[in-house]
């Protein structure tokens, strides 16, 4: 009788390690699918942000282009290449200004 109960008891010990291992099997899986697809999220991330770093860069080119270009315009204002009657020049350096404070 003893032998059957010790059987008995070692059919159930591994009827429960065979059950945690099989939950464990699962939550790896899930783990390997969640770590795929937070991979894939990071690789499309670093895409997103090159793709803002190019536009930041011509942002910036064109903003530069425009400052140059308002620097050369008050340059030629200042030399007389260009005259503008007052009336004219003040209502430009009021836009200019309402623009900045803005």
Request: charged content about 35%.
């Amino acid at each position: 009788m003893e032998g059957s109960s010790e059987i008995a008891r070692l059919e159930q010990f591994v009827d429960n390690l065979l059950g945690k291992y099989k939950k464990l099997k699962e939550q790896h899986h899930a783990l390997e699918v969640k770590l795929e697809e937070r991979d894939s999220e990071c690789e499309q991330l670093k895409a997103t942000i090159e793709e803002l770093r190019g536009e930041r860069s011509e942002v910036g080119g064109r903003v530069a282009a425009l400052l140059s270009r308002i620097e050369q315009w008050e340059l030629e204002q200042e030399s007389g290449a260009d005259p503008v009657s007052v009336e004219q020049e003040g209502l430009q350096t009021s836009l200019f200004q309402e623009e900045n404070t803005q």
